[in-house]
């Protein structure tokens, strides 16, 4: 069965601290990986994509990793905003059908203090 | 910033009423999509769409219906709302291949007393 399994579920940090979500994954086949970035009260918004040959992608203090084999995925962010808090969402896509079909985690609920 | 557009963006009804929930994109986007989202729970896709004249059923059952007589233009309506509708309805866009982004609207929060 395909899945996406986010970790923690939740999470509280203080303003200008680094943190890393978790993303595994069992869907098969495998076509690209997103990080999507959703505010309380609005639609998600893009942060990353990867695809099965790339390891790391940057997005200014967002960097997201992948490793195909073990099909694991984090999300760092460093230097924690006020702005920062959200949810933070992996999708994962096949290439099984030519919907691209999204399968979607649960988010991990980031909340930054100052 | 996507040009994709949903409203309203707070609706409270009662059961029986019908409703149509609005979504538009100016972006030229072939592909729309409507998900469901309840708090602290995945988006689940319940209609989509190729382009004009296409709607297809997503994986969650619902008894909404959709129609896309315009490219920019995909509303989704409930014929007689329940209190098991209320929800958080999203509203996505993507151009036509199967790997292109999908670009969000603000959402809809659909409560039905």
């Known amino acids: 069965k395909n899945q996406v399994e986010q970790s923690p579920q939740s999470l509280i940090i203080l303003e200008g601290k680094n943190c890393t979500l978790q993303?595994?994954?069992?869907?098969?086949?495998?076509?690209?990986l997103r990080w999507y970035k959703q505010d309380t009260g609005r639609g998600p918004v893009s942060l990353t994509i990867m695809t099965f040959s790339e390891n790391t992608k940057s997005n200014g203090r967002y960097t997201a990793t992948l490793d195909a084999d073990t099909k694991q995925s984090s999300l760092h962010i460093t230097a924690s905003q006020l702005s920062d808090s959200a949810s933070y969402i992996c999708v994962v896509s096949d290439r099984g059908s030519t919907l691209g079909r999204l399968y979607f985690g649960r988010g991990t609920q980031l909340t930054v203090w100052p | 910033e996507a040009d994709i557009y949903q409203t309203p963006r707070y609706l409270v009804i009662g059961t029986g009423k019908k409703i149509t929930l609005e979504c538009s994109q100016t972006?030229?986007?072939?592909?729309m999509y409507w998900y469901q989202q309840d708090p602290g729970m995945e988006l689940h896709l319940i209609h989509y769409?190729?382009?004009?004249?296409?709607?297809e059923k997503g994986d969650l059952s619902s008894e909404s219906t959709v129609s896309r007589i315009r490219t920019e233009h995909f509303p989704l309506t409930l014929e007689s709302a329940r209190p098991s509708h209320t929800s958080q309805y999203l509203c996505a866009s993507s151009r036509r291949d199967s790997t292109d982004t999908q670009y969000f609207g603000p959402g809809t929060r659909l409560t039905v007393l």
């Open positions: 972006m030229g986007h072939d592909k």
């Open positions: 993303c595994n994954y069992t869907v098969s086949p495998f076509s690209n």
């Open positions: 769409s190729y382009g004009v004249n296409s709607t």
